[in-house]
Structure formats: C-alpha cells, structure tokens
C-alpha cells in the first residue's frame, strides 16, 4: 500500500512538473510572438515614417531632405535657425508649430534669433554670425533685411554687407538658405527690384533662395502696419504660410 502511495505521489510530481514545463513553454513562446510583433511593428512604423516623409519633402531641395531623413533614422533632431527681422512671436512661431504637426516633435529644433531693426551693416558690427553659430545650428535661414536698409542704405551698400555676411555664414560650414525681408514701400528703388537684386548675390555664391515676395497681395493695406511698418497678423500669416508649404510639401494651413 506505501509503495502504490509513493507511487501516485511521483506520478503527480511528474505530472505537475509536465504541465509547469507546458505552461512555461507556452508563456515563453507567446512572449516571443508578443516580442516579435512589437519589433515588427516597429520596423513597419519606421518604414512607414520613411515613405510618409517624402510627401512632405517634395518641395525640399536634396541636400535638405537628406538632411531630414538622416535625422529620422538617427533619431537626433536637426536645429534649424531662423535669423530674422521678424519676432519669434509671428512666422517663426507658426513654422515652428507646423513643422512639429508635421514631423513630430522629435526632427526639428527650430531656434529663433531677431534683430529688430539692425541694418546689413549693424549686423555686421553686432557679429550676428557669431551669435547664430551659439545657437548650434545645422540649418540657417537667414533674412536679407531689405526693409530695414533701404532708408538708410544704397541698394548698392545692402548687396555688398548681404554677400559679406553670406561669406560669414557660410564659413560656419552650416545649411544655408537666404531669403528676403517682408515687402515695403521706397521712392527711391521697389521691393521687386531688391528682391531680385538679393536674389542674385544668392545665386553667385551658390546659396538657396527662398523668394517669398510673390506670394504678398498686391494692396498691403491689410497686411503692414502703416505706423511700424512690420507686419500685421495676417501679413505674419502670409509669410509663414510660404515657410510652412515649402517645408511641409504644400500642406494646407489655411
């Protein structure tokens, strides 16, 4: 009678033993399904972040989208410096807002720098480039301050600081890209033929234009204030929305 006792006692250990074993065997294998799945849904998420971002670098120039898809598969953000006579409050901040909707937050580091009221040749003398470089960009967008020069400068004068600070800039082996100033009015020279001129020293020292000016309505009324000569809200808006569709592949923002 001991021994059939010892007998079904070991029978059940062994049992138990199988159906542990079963058990974790099982456990273990639906934890490496579980595993497996979350890794191939990451690898899908990746893959599907790359075909997704080419809808919205169409309108980038190569060096540009390169520049992002290197960012996403890095995972190390790009900082982009937008130097500009605009406060962080107006365009910038709307890029900055898009460019986040966009690409998710963890692409872009968009980093504001405003100088007012500086002319080409205060730029200069207060060493922009070098508070710009602080700043640690990868991407430079800088404004040619057209509108702050033309009552105190000659067309001639802005061309030639424009293209030393472009030499500055581009020294700082840094992207960059060149852009003119919000539109204003002058008895003496239009804002198409600045416009065009900047264009120019841009072209001949190999810099990317972005030429915003087309895009402004032909009556400005509504869009620069008549006391400051800044930009309204709806002037902000027009020339963030240029910003926002060039870099978001002519995504609407209206």
Not at 162 to 171: A, P, R, S, V
Not at 237 to 244: C, K, R, S
């Amino acid at each position: 009678m001991k021994a059939m006792v010892g007998v079904n006692v070991a029978a059940a250990v062994l049992c138990g033993a199988v159906i542990y074993g079963g058990t974790q065997h099982w456990q273990e294998r639906a934890e490496a399904q579980v595993q497996a799945s979350e890794t191939k849904a990451h690898v899908v998420h990746k893959e599907k972040q790359f075909s997704d971002v080419s809808a919205y670098t169409r309108n980038l120039p190569d060096f540009i989208t390169k520049q992002i898809e290197s960012a996403i598969a890095n995972k190390k953000p790009l900082t982009l410096v937008l130097a500009t006579s605009a406060k962080e409050t107006g365009w910038p901040q709307q890029l900055k807002k898009e460019l986040e909707a966009t690409y998710g937050s963890d692409v872009f580091t968009v980093k504001t720098l405003s100088y007012g009221s500086q002319t080409t040749g205060e730029l200069l003398s207060s060493h922009i480039v070098n508070q710009i470089n602080q700043l640690q960009p990868n991407i430079i967008l800088f404004e040619a301050p057209l509108k702050n020069d033309y009552q105190k400068l000659t067309l001639d004068d802005t061309l030639k600081n424009t293209e030393t600070l472009i030499h500055q800039l581009k020294d700082l082996k840094k992207t960059l890209m060149l852009q003119p100033s919000q539109p204003y009015i002058s008895q003496t020279e239009s804002y198409e033929e600045g416009v065009e001129a900047i264009r120019g020293v841009a072209e001949e020292n190999w810099v990317h234009y972005l030429n915003h000016s087309l895009i402004w309505p032909f009556h400005l009324g509504e869009y620069i204030n008549t006391n400051t000569g800044g930009t309204t809200i709806k002037g902000n808006h027009v020339w963030g929305n240029y910003l926002v569709r060039w870099f978001t592949g002519n995504k609407n923002t209206e």
